[in-house]
């Protein structure tokens, strides 16, 4: 039995919540981010050290821009209802990703919720933004090849993730089976769960469920 430190989610499945209920797609992202709440809520009084969410991919741009916008406003809003939550509860935000790369005023909120959480040590909240795994290995590669040694340490060393703790379990919601270009390198020997559940009801329970299945996998790495 063993405890999960690092547990990341791809949270998919809000379109197809809205869409059994014909509701806009946009009200499916809205109760995903109730999702989110509750889900980081939880991971804190479980004692995680790091929850990983998949909240915006490199590939997302290529949705309607009404969508990338929902997305971007509710992004904002989450971080501004929920940082006085964050700092009363010792947990550190963290972004991944080219967040750098997003609107001015986006940039200016991460940053500010960045500072006023750096010295927090309880869970760590990662937030993956315009993040593909495929990019941020190519960054961490160059990098390392700047410094002059590209191994598998130091491509490590520069990976948006570097710092955090390895990732033990990767949940997927809604079905799909795939992983949609994150956390590749960081996976090579995580658990891996999918599950039916669309996001907007994935809630602690599951996530409870979930490092409950974990604690119960052996893990090998390839040994005997
Ligand atoms: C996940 O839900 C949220 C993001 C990708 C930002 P989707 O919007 O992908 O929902 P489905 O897959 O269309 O149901
Ligand atoms: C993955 O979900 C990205 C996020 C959850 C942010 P997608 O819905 O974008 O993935 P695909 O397109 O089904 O692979
Ligand atoms: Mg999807």
């Known amino acids: 039995m063993?405890?999960?430190?690092?547990?990341?989610?791809?949270?998919?499945?809000?379109?197809?919540?809205?869409?059994?209920?014909h509701l806009p797609r946009a009200v499916g992202h809205q109760r995903g981010v109730e999702a989110v709440r509750e889900v980081v809520r939880a991971a804190r009084r479980m004692g995680l050290e790091a929850l990983t969410l998949?909240?915006?991919?490199?590939?997302?741009?290529?949705?309607?821009?009404?969508?990338?916008?929902?997305?971007?406003?509710?992004?904002?809003?989450?971080?501004?209802?929920?940082?006085?939550?964050f700092i009363a509860n010792n947990v550190?935000?963290?972004?991944?990703?080219?967040?750098?790369?997003?609107?001015?005023d986006i940039v200016d909120l991460l940053e500010d919720a960045l500072a006023k959480t750096a010295h927090n040590d309880g869970t760590t909240l990662v937030v993956a933004l315009?993040?593909?795994?495929?990019?941020?290995?190519?960054?961490a590669a160059a990098q390392a090849?700047?410094?002059?040694?590209?191994?598998?340490?130091?491509?490590?060393?520069?990976?948006?993730?570097?710092?955090?703790?390895?990732?033990?379990?990767?949940?997927?919601?809604?079905?799909?089976?795939?992983?949609?270009?994150f956390l590749l390198w960081q996976a090579a020997y995580a658990e891996m769960l999918f599950?039916?559940?669309?996001w907007p009801d994935f809630t602690p329970a599951h996530?409870?469920?979930?490092?409950?299945?974990?604690?119960?996998?052996?893990?090998?790495?390839g040994g005997r």
């Open 145 to 181: 090849a700047a410094k002059g040694e590209v191994t598998i340490e130091s491509i490590g060393a520069e990976l948006d993730t570097a710092g955090l703790p390895p990732l033990d379990l990767l949940i997927r919601t809604s079905g799909e089976v795939r992983l949609s270009n």
């Open 2 to 21: 063993s405890k999960a430190r690092h547990v990341a989610i791809i949270m998919d499945g809000n379109g197809r919540w809205a869409k059994k209920r």
């Open 207 to 221: 996530l409870e469920a979930a490092l409950a299945e974990f604690a119960g996998r052996e893990r090998r790495y």
């Open 130 to 139: 315009n993040y593909g795994s495929q990019d941020e290995i190519a960054r």
């Open 92 to 104: 550190r935000l963290k972004i991944i990703g080219n967040y750098k790369s997003l609107s001015a």
């Open 54 to 85: 998949y909240a915006f991919s490199t590939e997302n741009w290529r949705r309607p821009e009404e969508e990338v916008s929902a997305l971007m406003g509710l992004l904002k809003r989450y971080i501004i209802a929920d940082l006085e939550e």
């Open 195 to 198: 599950v039916e559940t669309l």
